[in-house]
């Protein structure tokens, strides 16, 4: 097993995960320009634990997360609003926080970063639903609320919790804000699986047949 982390070079097998201590902003810029082409290595910054943390993401990430993706696509088609959405994204806020999102979502305020190659959150707003696949490391909330962004989903072991950001950090939600009106939380973890054990395209047409009765 290879396993090599530095300033010039980052090298991770799937599933993996470093945690380095005692890290500053610079480490943080210096590991996200040595990642180079290996863009599927998720970087994460937290300023108040000076914690770095690497993930190398599994098979089983990729397909879940694009499935996840497509059914939030799938119901703001449904729903007549409009989007837009990065994956991959950086997001920062300079010396405090850094993340990177399996996959991000501009509901809202979706015009505001319309032809926009990197998001400045000194003068963006945050997007409005961060999604975070848990199968290699755990999601640090911390570094989201720091970021400001208003709801996280986090998928782990075929459940999907929602946490929504208050005054005093982020709480478990029972129904989504950005869906109101749709189950989120026990119905597309249902589909999720769906495409992983019949294929992407089944579980999508499936789903898409359920929406046509609500």
Known sequence: MVLTVSREYIQLPPGSEVTLHYQTW??????????RE??????????????????????GHGNRIDTLVDLVKALLRHQGRDWHSYDPVTLKKLQEAGAEPDACFYIENWQAVLGKD?????????PDLAIEMDMTSLTDLEVYQTLGVPEVWIYRQGQLSLHGLTADGYEDRANSPTFPSVDVKNLLPEYVERAWAAGSSVAMREFEQVLISF
Do not use: V, W
């Open 38 to 59: 290996n863009a599927a290595i998720k970087i994460r910054f937290n300023g108040h634990t000076q914690q770095i943390t690497l993930m190398a993401p599994m098979a």
């Open 118 to 126: 990197r998001i400045d959150l000194a003068t963006d707003p945050p």
């Open 26 to 35: 610079a480490d943080y810029e210096a590991l996200l320009a040595s990642r």
